[in-house]
């Protein structure tokens, strides 16, 4: 491939980038219109329903969030009685995060984080397809985490 068609397909590449974080938060919002928490919110809801009462580190390993942003999430949600804050009483330093009836409720009812229908395009690929999509979407996270790296370090040295 020469270097003018690697561009034109680099371009193609961003621009597919931003379609999929566009559609990303349009779903979000949509989701929020609807059920009246956003996607970060209901994917803490879903972990606390799976997994149970967790501290606010677990929830942000969990959905992928460094812990401050998992903070406010769980001050929004504790806000709208989704959930509560439980302190440990042997070392109230420890707080664990619970669903309420109306969390548990929402959690059991809400619409999934992921949309049926992408659900269901991955799932119809053929096994060549398939692969393709997995290795390419790992080889990108990969780019993507290895420029996070490198603007964080960059950052540091100002």
Do not use: W
């Not at 209901?42 to 942000?60: D, E, F, K, N, T």
């Amino acid at each position: 491939m020469n270097s003018a068609d690697r561009k034109q397909d680099t371009g193609e590449i961003i621009h597919s980038i931003r379609r999929i974080v566009q559609a990303g938060e349009h779903y979000s919002k949509e989701l929020e219109k609807s059920i009246g928490v956003s996607t970060p919110q209901l994917a803490c809801l879903y972990v606390l329903r799976q997994q149970g009462p967790l501290p606010l580190s677990q929830i942000a390993k969990q959905i992928m969030v460094n812990s401050s942003t998992v903070t406010g999430i769980i001050d929004r949600l504790e806000k709208k009685d989704l959930v509560t804050r439980i302190r440990d009483p042997r070392d109230r330093r420890m707080i664990t995060i619970q669903l309420t009836r109306s969390g548990a409720t929402l959690a059991a009812q809400a619409p999934p984080l992921i949309p049926s229908s992408i659900m269901q395009g991955l799932m119809s690929l053929s096994d060549e397809d398939f692969n393709k999509v997995v290795f390419g979407l790992n080889k990108l996270a990969g780019l993507l985490d290895g420029a996070a790296q490198e603007l964080s370090q960059e950052h540091g040295k100002r």
